[in-house]
């Protein structure tokens, strides 16, 4: 069975300084790897996603993960946060071939000016 | 091209209460997901629904059950509600059945309070 921790529930962080969301998975067999954002009151974006291929992935807003099989993680970085990106961030994996996404309990990342 | 809409947007029940929510798939999705996201928690899957017939399901009871229909839209539906289903319901629809294209675009959410 798969089985996604997020190391962190909150990390609050001052404006432009940089981020690290750590995630780690367990799972015998191959699997995707994604990181959802949820913000106030709204359901969840895909950030960004891992199938295959450079195990370094980005996403539009700045935000990076690097896929790491021997450690098993899969972190989330920015080099320089906004109040904007204030959000409840998800890791998840999926088998690649089942139905169902497997999430972790999430990190809150509060922004300070 | 509309995202994915759900309703109703908040609902209140009183435990023992039967509920029915809503999905409608993004344009081009023939495959919708649903999951219970409690207070402080992630989401967690209860099923999955392609082209009408139900494609995996998660560890909840058989008083959740669901439907698909042939315009994809899907019907989460709980009978003998319990305190423990309050939770924000998520619907995510995706555009394939292919693992690797397997992208899920959630909606905003219902949010059930059971009393």
């Known amino acids: 069975a798969q089985s996604v921790t997020q190391l962190d529930s909150q990390v609050p962080v001052f404006e432009e300084a940089p981020v690290e969301l750590r995630c780690n998975y367990s799972?015998?067999?191959?699997?995707?790897l994604f990181w959802y954002v949820q913000y106030p009151n709204q359901g969840l974006q895909l950030l960004l996603k891992?199938?295959?291929?450079?195990?370094l992935v980005e996403s539009i807003n700045g935000f990076e993960a690097e896929f790491n099989k021997s450690q098993t993680s899969f972190h989330l970085r920015k080099p320089s946060v906004h109040i904007s990106d204030t959000a409840e961030y998800f890791c998840a994996v999926m088998r690649s071939s089942a139905s169902k996404i497997i999430f972790g309990s999430g990190t809150r990342l509060s922004i300070r000016p | 091209e509309t995202g994915v809409t759900q309703s109703p947007t908040h609902l209140i029940k009183t435990r023992g209460q039967q509920v029915t929510l809503r999905c409608s798939s993004q344009?081009?999705?023939?495959?919708v997901s649903w999951y219970q996201q409690a207070l402080g928690q992630g989401p967690q899957f209860i099923f999955q629904?392609?082209?009408?017939?139900?494609?995996g399901r998660g560890n909840f009871p058989p008083r959740f059950s669901g439907l698909q229909f042939p315009n994809y839209s899907s019907e989460l539906n709980v009978n003998a509600l319990e305190l423990d289903d309050s939770a924000l319901y998520l619907c995510a629809s995706s555009p394939t059945r292919d693992r690797v294209a397997d992208t899920q675009y959630f909606g905003p959410g219902t949010r059930l309070t059971v009393l």
């Open positions: 799972s015998s067999v191959s699997v995707y």
């Open positions: 344009s081009g999705h023939n495959t």
């Open positions: 629904y392609y082209r009408e017939e139900e494609n």
């Open positions: 891992y199938l295959s291929g450079s195990t």
